[in-house]
């Protein structure tokens, strides 16, 4: 393949990775409904064309950037995984998050919730749960236990994010133990 179209494709890629990100700087600031093609071109500093040649409609930005959400909280748990994991571990990565992100858990948050109302974006919603459900099954063997503390982990999240400040790692582990020693 010659050079120039490999070139292409990776300017094609940072592109699409630049208006994925702008997509989530957007439902930061303005929520979905502030999501348009001229909206998130002009959050990526990018000609609005540029949007609608490389997402066709606003449920094509929104599934990549939930898809990029579960990709990168995918990574994260990964990598938390590899050095050792277990619940205090995920408690004190959600603490982090609720403390240091919360504009992009409020979107990634937003993104989620909207899958009820968007069936293009259940399947990827969806995946939050089973990446979760895969670091948690690292600290239990008991499905029920894993799905519970899953469940009880996004009821945390959406807690912290109606909470003035964000909540201390011990309450997101007293919880998670709880659930996982059973």
Known sequence: ????????????????????????RVIERSGVAGVTHRAVAAAAGVPPAAATYHFGGIDDLLLA???????????????????????????AFLARVCREHRGRLVAEYELYLLAARRPALRREAAQWTEILCGYLRGCSSDD?????????????????????????A??????LDHILRR
């Open 65 to 91: 950037a939930l898809r990029d959400a579960n990709e990168r909280t995918g990574r994260a748990l990964r990598e938390l995984a590899d050095s050792g994991g277990g619940a205090a571990a995920l408690a």
């Open 170 to 175: 011990e309450r997101f582990h007293e919880v």
């Open 1 to 24: 393949m010659p050079e120039g179209v490999d070139g292409r494709r990776a300017r094609g890629d940072r592109r699409r990775a630049e208006l994925i990100d702008a997509t989530l």
């Open 144 to 168: 029920t236990a894993v799905r519970a503390a899953a469940a009880a982990v996004d009821g945390l999240l959406a807690a912290a994010l109606l909470a003035p400040e964000a909540p201390p």
